[in-house]
């Protein structure tokens, strides 16, 4: 079975600056997609970034971005020039096609913007 | 506008009490998914239905029962609610494809407590 794993609980950044949130998984498959998922307190289920596994480019967004490591199995996202709207719970997602595309989450990082 | 649609947004019920949460979606998907989010969680997935017709438990289904009524809805019922499903509950789809990249779309929730 696929496992997602977010580390850091809470993460807290100054407007304008960088940060980086950590997800590593553990799957035994070759072909899968990873997803960001935003929260905000409105409840919405928002997508941030999606990454293929078979494309060695990372993806990019306008001020998202990942870093994905396919053999250490990482998926890490950095949000640059952070914005106080970018306040919200983060989730990496994994999702196999060959499984019904289920999405299996990390348990997710709430992040603060500060001003 | 096209999306996935949930109701109620809230709900109390009291433990033993039945209730059946209603989905809909008009994007003419044809897999759709029941997630339950708690606290330092994520989300974990209840039920989905990969085509009409056709359901399947996902990692936590005991205590709930699912029906796809067409292609559009997917019903999620609790028979006999207890305190341990108090959650917020959220479905999804996503279209057609046997391996697909296509993110799933997400209804906006139902907060349900059970007292």
């Known amino acids: 079975a696929q496992t997602v794993t977010q580390s850091q609980p809470e993460m807290s950044v100054q407007e304008a600056e960088t940060v980086t949130l950590s997800c590593t998984y553990d799957?035994?498959?070759?072909?899968?997609?990873l997803f960001w998922y935003k929260q905000p307190p409105s409840r919405q289920m928002i997508l941030v970034i999606r990454q293929e596994a078979y494309k060695q480019q990372n993806a990019t967004e306008n001020r998202f971005s990942v870093n994905f490591q396919k053999a250490a199995k990482s998926f890490s996202l950095k949000i640059s020039d952070s914005q106080l709207g970018d306040t919200a719970m983060y989730f990496c997602?994994?999702?196999?096609?060959?499984?019904?595309?289920?999405?299996?989450f990390g348990a997710g990082t709430i992040l603060r913007v500060k001003s | 506008n096209a999306g996935v649609t949930q109701t109620p947004k809230f709900q109390v019920l009291k433990t033993g009490q039945s209730m059946t949460l209603q989905c809909a979606q008009d994007?003419?998907?044809?897999?759709m998914y029941w997630y339950r989010q708690d606290p330092g969680m994520g989300l974990r997935l209840i039920y989905y239905s990969a085509s009409e017709g056709t359901t399947d438990k996902g990692e936590v289904p005991n205590g709930y029962n699912v029906s796809r009524l067409n292609k559009r809805e997917f019903s999620l019922r609790l028979e006999s609610a207890a305190p341990s499903q108090t959650s917020v509950y959220f479905c999804?789809?996503?279209?057609?494809?046997?391996?697909?990249?296509?993110?799933?779309?997400f209804g906006d929730g139902t907060r349900l407590s059970i007292l």
């Open positions: 999804a789809s996503i279209g057609s494809g046997v391996f697909s990249n296509q993110p799933q779309h």
């Open positions: 997602a994994f999702m196999n096609g060959l499984h019904g595309n289920k999405l299996v």
């Open positions: 994007m003419n998907h044809n897999s």
């Open positions: 799957t035994s498959e070759n072909n899968y997609y």
